[in-house]
Each structure stands twice: as C-alpha cells, then as structure tokens.
C-alpha cells in the first residue's frame, strides 16, 4: 500500500468533510435554529452549532492557504500577531464604547423601564477592562518595537 495515496485519501476526505459537508450542515442548523424561533422555543444552541460549523470549513481553508504558501511557521505568527493586534486595537475600544453607552442608559434608568436590570456597575467594570488589555497590547507592542536586543 502506497503511503501517497493514503494521505490524498485523507486529504480528500478533510476537504469533503471541510468544504462540502459542513457548509450544508450549518444551514440545517440555522433551519432548525429558526424553526424553534418560530415554537417560542431556545435556538441560540442551533445558531451558536451553524457557527460553529461554518468555522471548521473556514479554519480549513485558513489551513490549506499556509500550506500552499510554504513554510507557514513565520506566516502563521504574523498572521496571529495581525488578528490580536486588530481584536485588541479596534474591537475592544469599541465594544468598551458599547458598554459604557449601555452603563449610561442603565444609570438613566433606561434599562429598568424596559425590564433589563440596573447591573450598570458591570458595564463599566467590563469598559475599563476592555480599555485596559487594549492599552497593555499598545504598550506590549511598543516595548516590542522600541526594543533592540531583547531583555536586559
């Protein structure tokens, strides 16, 4: 038995399971999601599985493209280092952004009339967290640039 054509017949499996099956199975899951929706019945487990699965087919082909690309250990960590540089220097300023409008509405009173409840305390608590570990990634990545030789 060829050991090649082993690994083709793995590889072609991931790539069915990966592109083909999962894809149609995250729309049977937002079916269903919206089908119990429909009930008055919990479907946030269906939506969170269709992401889930649309993950994996993504995650595959984030996969195939380092593989295409080459030796992909330097290419995976700038690639690491791009979506942690964005998640914490846009997302995280703007989801504090969020919360503290959510801890104003919650202070003004706005969060009781609608039933939500007074936890205002938390959405600050949450914003200041969030504008912290963008700051300290900031800071990170300025120790990282101004640095020269390593760790003194």
């Given at each position: 038995m060829n050991s090649g054509s082993f690994d083709q017949g793995i590889l072609n499996m991931t790539n069915w399971l990966g592109n083909g099956i999962m894809p149609v199975l995250a729309a049977l899951m937002i079916a269903m999601g919206i089908y119990c929706f429909s009930r008055g019945r919990d479907f946030e487990r269906w939506i969170w599985g269709a992401l889930g699965s649309l993950s994996v087919?993504?995650?595959l082909r984030l996969?195939?493209?380092?593989?295409r690309?080459?030796?992909g250990s330097?290419?995976?960590f700038q690639a690491l280092l791009t979506l942690t540089d964005w998640?914490?220097?846009?997302?995280?300023?703007?989801?504090?952004?969020?919360?503290v409008v959510r801890a104003v509405l919650g202070v003004s009173g706005v969060g009781s009339r609608l039933n939500i409840g007074d936890d205002w305390l938390r959405h600050v608590v949450v914003a200041f967290a969030a504008l912290s570990c963008s700051g300290l990634i900031r800071?990170?990545?300025h120790f990282v640039s101004a640095g020269t030789g390593g760790v003194a």
């Open positions: 087919s993504g995650l996969a195939e493209a380092f593989a690309q080459g030796s330097g290419q995976l998640i914490c220097n846009v997302i995280l300023p703007v989801y504090a952004g969020l919360e800071l990170l990545e």
